[in-house]
């Protein structure tokens, strides 16, 4: 049957391999490129071959960074008693949004999830107890997904810090700002009953 | 503010200016490109440079080629007084898909839309005259799509060929099939209306 030049066909074919990209979008993406110039297209190749080069992660905390130590782990004015485990560099972006969290990061870059075969040895925690340590962390604060594979790290980080004096806590779990309590699910809803808050009389 | 490497950042700026991805998907993919091999990137970026220099276009039809003329044009067991006139070489695909049609193509490359300052003379109509003539064209099916664009472009196309002897056809507009009557806009159920067929008595 009659169908699309070779060259065409490969990079639909090479598009479609990308996460969330069906054939559908792959042909569209594909037609919008042949449209472009190639001068457009070498720009958008370039930036494809080059970013791994270009991207390395940071000794420390292992979040992506452009050098080493990285810009938030070398600052003097976070708190360095204060650490933050989350699962990747794109949580220490979310972190860093709300602009009220200023200590450290430790990013495992993964989580355990036994149906993935992944482990805790899997997880960038190498130097974890050894940064500990060197920062005299008061608190660490476990920021990882309130998922299965969130819970099971956050209980294996429980299971490391067993034993020192160093306070845990994870993030809050409940109905999220602007929701609707009649839509929550009822994991939800049952995780912002028992983590409600008191309201105190004035 | 921290944010990503810089090199990441220019990736998911070049994957944002392509078509239906936002921010949010760019990095997503961003991502996905970070966990896959230098090797698997490099073969993205190369289907992406050489996709281009690769396609060439049929002097005929206008439709993608790998040779010219191309496939259709060039077969023998094409009847080559058809000629079906379509927007755009995904038109030739859907319309070959079908399996029902024999005919040639003209592949005009755009369609007629004054608010994106596209006239005729943008339209891959040089040779068309030409083409009628040489093939002694019998039949010419109009495929342009069922919107303004469309009806303008087979506008011109009945003023062209005003005066001829060619016969000139538009596809059907209708209920698509599967559709549901109930959920039909009034525009196409206006249009399934005045093209409706009788059905005959045995």
Redesign the interface.
């Given at each position: 049957?009659?169908?699309?030049?070779?060259?065409?066909r490969?990079?639909i074919?090479?598009?479609e391999?990308?996460?969330?990209i069906g054939t559908h979008?792959a042909?569209?993406?594909?037609?919008?490129?042949?449209d472009k110039s190639?001068q457009?297209?070498?720009?958008?190749?370039?930036?494809?071959?080059?970013?791994?080069?270009?991207?390395s992660f940071c000794s420390k905390c292992h979040n992506?960074?452009?050098e080493d130590p990285c810009?938030?782990c070398s600052s003097s004015e976070r708190d360095q008693s204060l650490l933050c485990v989350v699962e990747?560099?794109?949580d220490?972006?979310a972190m860093?949004k709300t602009g009220e969290y200023k200590g450290l990061y430790h990013v495992l870059r993964g989580l355990i999830s036994p149906l993935d075969d992944v482990g805790p040895e899997d997880l960038a925690l190498a130097n974890f107890r050894e940064r500990l340590q060197e920062l005299q962390v008061q608190e660490v604060i476990i920021a990882t997904d309130p998922s299965t594979e969130g819970d099971a790290t956050a209980l294996y980080l429980k299971k490391i810090l067993q034993g020192s004096d160093i306070k845990i806590t994870r993030l809050a779990q409940g109905l999220p700002a602007g929701g609707d309590l009649e839509y929550a699910d009822e994991v939800t809803l049952s995780r912002a009953l028992s983590g409600r808050s008191e309201i105190k009389y004035d």
């Open positions: 049957m009659y169908s699309y030049p070779r060259a065409l490969k990079l074919a090479e598009l391999k990308l996460p969330g979008t042909t569209r993406l594909a037609f919008h490129l042949l190639q457009e297209i070498e720009e958008l190749a370039g930036a494809l071959t080059g970013f791994k080069k270009n991207i992506m960074a452009e810009q938030i990747s560099p794109r220490v972006i860093e």
